[in-house]
């Protein structure tokens, strides 16, 4: 009687650890609610960046540059290290040779990660909308972080096949984000014309800056229209991406 009582009282981080996720997507959500001081820490730490720059009154250009890299690195940068690991340790060679297919398995973890990324950013969403943002730009922007969330996650995840281990993953993403983000001009700005004109409208973190920046009560580059549109362009091809990488990655995990 005593045991049964016992085994009542566990925690919900114990029981949660105790379900078979049927599915790499549950899995990921269990092992994450199964871990709530690191889910209050994933939360609080991007808020540590959005609140002194919305209530200090940063520039919107360059607040809306800093949340845009903090999208960024959340995303690819999560999904590519755990990706990593599991090839690591074997694990990705153990789902490799279960009936289910590479995109459910692959799949189903990064879509799990990059929901887990989008809920981190929500908090952050909500301190920029206190700056007084209107319907429209605050549609643009809960559209855009999980398209982008997306697009990085599947970005870790396509580093995650070419790097040989977790801190390789680390370099590779710095190395190729930057740029990315250097030709969505969110350092200098996006010229009027030329060819850097055209590869900020085909760079989905450019939109994203525009939406920060508008949501902020600033002038973006791109309406609020655009980067609906864009949003969902990205989402479809970060999904076309990932269906596609997932086959390499697991052969290459066995």
């Known amino acids: 009687m005593s045991t049964h009582l016992r085994l009542i009282a566990r925690p919900t981080a114990a029981r949660l650890h105790r379900v078979l996720p049927a599915t790499t997507f549950t899995r990921e959500l269990l092992i994450a609610l199964g871990r709530p001081r690191s889910v209050v820490v994933k939360l609080a730490m991007p808020l540590i960046l959005a609140v002194p720059l919305v209530a200090g009154g940063a520039p919107t250009f360059w607040a809306g540059m800093l949340l845009t890299v903090l999208v960024a690195m959340v995303g690819a940068v999560g999904s590519g290290v755990t990706l990593a690991r599991a090839r690591s340790n074997g694990l990705l060679a153990r789902l490799a040779v279960t009936p289910r297919s590479p995109s459910r398995i692959v799949g189903g973890w990064v879509l799990a990660a990059a929901t887990i990324d989008t809920v981190q950013m929500l908090p952050v969403a909500a301190v920029v909308f206190t700056a007084g943002t209107s319907p429209l730009a605050a549609a643009a922007l809960l559209a ?111």
């Open 144 to 254: 855009c972080i999980p398209a982008v969330v997306l697009l990085t996650n599947t970005l870790g995840c396509l580093l995650s096949l070419l790097a040989d281990g977790p801190g390789e993953v680390l370099l590779d993403v710095v190395v190729v984000l930057a740029p990315l983000l250097f030709l969505g001009g969110l350092f200098t700005g996006i010229p009027r014309e030329g060819w850097r004109n055209l590869a900020a409208r085909a760079d989905p973190f450019a939109y994203l800056h525009s939406a920060f920046t508008a949501a902020l009560g600033g002038t973006p580059t791109f309406g609020s229209t655009a980067v609906l549109i864009a949003a969902a362009v990205t989402a479809a091809a970060s999904l076309a991406a990932l269906a596609a990488v997932s086959r390499s990655l697991l052969r290459r995990a066995t």
